[in-house]
T-cell receptor, first 116, second 114 residues
Framework: DARVTQTPRDKVTEMGQEVTMRCQPI?????VFWYRQTMMQGLELLAY????????DSGMPKDRFSAEMPDATLATLKIQPSEPRDSAVYFC??????????????FGPGTRLTVL | AQSVTQLGSHVSVSEGALVLLRCNYS??????LFWYVQYPNQGLQLLLK??????LVKGINGFEAEFKKSETSFHLTKPSAHMSDAAEYFC????????????FGSGTRLLVRP
């Protein structure tokens, strides 16, 4: 049963600390998306990759957030330094980027981040 | 600009009653349309999708949605609500055929009363 995995599932940290979230997309998928979900803002697209290359990270605060794909099986989202307003659930999603699938995205379970 | 509007942030129905969740989109090109469901503490799961084939799309768990171009709508329905349907539902549109970015609506939380 292929699925997107994310680690950690929960992270509590103090303001100013570095946070790294990891995502393993479904094997063979060539597009990866990072979203942030909060009660106030809903679901926001932070960044996405195609064939490991970043295509758009305009949704991400550039000064503290960074997203990378070191290889096809790993995507990372890093926050340095973290702030309380970063508290949210961060989702990774992957897709095949195939016209026949119409851009369907498969979501991971999320990382719940709490910054104190 | 492309957008998705979900009318009603909360919808409450009795168990066994009809479920109707509304979604309208704005688009100048033929869209791909999706409904996702999110159960508590979980990621989003695809319910169904419209890809310009049949206008009435059937999904999982007895849900279906009808694409109406004249109304720019893609409302989600289920004839009889079940307690397990309580969740948040998101409508999304994909308009960029190269990047497959999805634009999500703000979500509708479905409450099912016993």
């Amino acid at each position: 049963d292929a699925r997107v995995t994310q680690t950690p599932r929960d992270k509590v940290t103090e303001m100013g600390q570095e946070v790294t979230m990891r995502c393993q997309p479904i094997l063979g998928h060539n597009t990866v998306f990072w979203y942030r979900q909060t009660m106030m803002q809903g679901l926001e697209l932070l960044a996405y990759f195609r064939n490991r290359a970043p295509l758009d990270d305009s949704g991400m605060p550039k000064d503290r957030f960074s997203a990378e794909m070191p290889d096809a099986t790993l995507a990372t989202l890093k926050i340095q330094p973290s702030e309380p307003r970063d508290s949210a659930v961060y989702f990774c999603a992957s897709g095949l980027g195939d016209p026949g699938l119409a851009g369907e995205q498969f979501f991971g379970p999320g990382t719940r981040l709490t910054v104190l | 600009a492309q957008s998705v509007t979900q009318l009603g942030s909360h919808v409450s129905v009795s168990e066994g009653a009809l479920v109707l969740l509304r979604c309208n989109y704005s688009s100048s090109v033929p869209p791909y349309l999706f409904w996702y469901v999110q159960y508590p503490n979980q990621g989003l799961q695809l319910l169904l999708k419209y890809t310009s084939a049949a206008t009435l799309v059937k999904g999982i768990n007895g849900f279906e949605a009808e694409f109406k171009k004249s109304e720019t709508s893609f409302h989600l329905t289920k004839p009889s609500a079940h307690m397990s349907d309580a969740a948040e539902y998101f409508c999304a549109v994909s308009l960029d055929y190269s990047s497959y970015k999805l634009i999500f609506g703000s979500g509708t939380r479905l409450l099912v009363r016993p």
